[in-house]
Structures are given as C-alpha cells and as structure tokens.
Nanobody, 123 residues
Framework: VQLQAFGGGLVQAGGSLRLSCVAS????????MAWFRQPPGKEREFVAG????????HYADSVKGRFTVSRDNAKLMVTLQMNNLKPEDTAVYFC?????????????????WGQGTMVTVSS
C-alpha cells in the first residue's frame, strides 16, 4: 500500500493541526495504521496507532489527551487531530501501515510509509 501524508505546517503553541494520510494501491481494512514522528536530531518515535476497525487506539504518553487518531477505511484515510500543541511536538510526522493485527510501537515493524509532513510549533 502507498501512503501520502499531508496537513503539516507552522502553528503557535496551544494551537491545532489535523494531519491526514491517504492510502492507495489496496484496501487498508486489514492494516494497522500508525503515526510516528521524528524530531530534529532525534530518532523516530511512536505517536499513535489504530486497529483495523478504529476501536483499538494507542497513544504515546506525551500526546495522550491532546491527539486523536481515527480512520475511515472506505475513504482509505487515517487522520491525526492534534490539539494543544507544544513546541516539543515539532517534528516530521509520518504515517505507517502494516498487515498485522496488533498495533506495534517499533517503527521497524511497519512496512509501508508515507513521505512525512513537517509540523512546527512555535513558543
């Protein structure tokens, strides 16, 4: 499956952004979907993941209560609503997919990746 992420940008602290990831090439209804991010000079880290039907949701502790992941399998789309953004959320955000049932936290477990979209949060 091919993925394309978009929606990044520059926002002030406390603001909101909505990232979207559109899939193509095949259905995603049996793929776990996830968002990762890579801050400048740091390793890629898990942000949020969602199971096949959208019921199973997983979040990194750093974004719980602020970010919400959702999916629409019919539209081949996954979104990440980010509220109350902080400067430490500044990173390149990637969407990822894998044909497995369990949401994984290790980016090396995912086999399909979008190109990344930059999110910059100013203080």
């Amino acid at each position: 499956v091919q993925l394309q992420a978009f929606g990044g940008g520059l926002v002030q602290a406390g603001g909101s952004l909505r990232l979207s990831c559109v899939a193509s090439g095949r259905a995603i209804n049996r793929h776990i979907m996830a968002w990762f991010r890579q801050p400048p000079g740091k390793e890629r880290e898990f942000v949020a993941g969602i199971g096949w039907t959208g019921i199973r949701l997983h979040y990194a502790d750093s974004v719980k209560g602020r970010f919400t992941v959702s999916r629409d399998n019919a539209k081949l789309m996954v979104t990440l609503q980010m509220n109350n953004l902080k400067p430490e959320d500044t990173a390149v955000y990637f969407c990822a997919a894998d044909q497995s049932y369990k949401v994984r936290y290790d980016y090396e477990q995912y086999h399909s990746w979008g190109q990344g979209t930059m999110v910059t949060v100013s203080s």
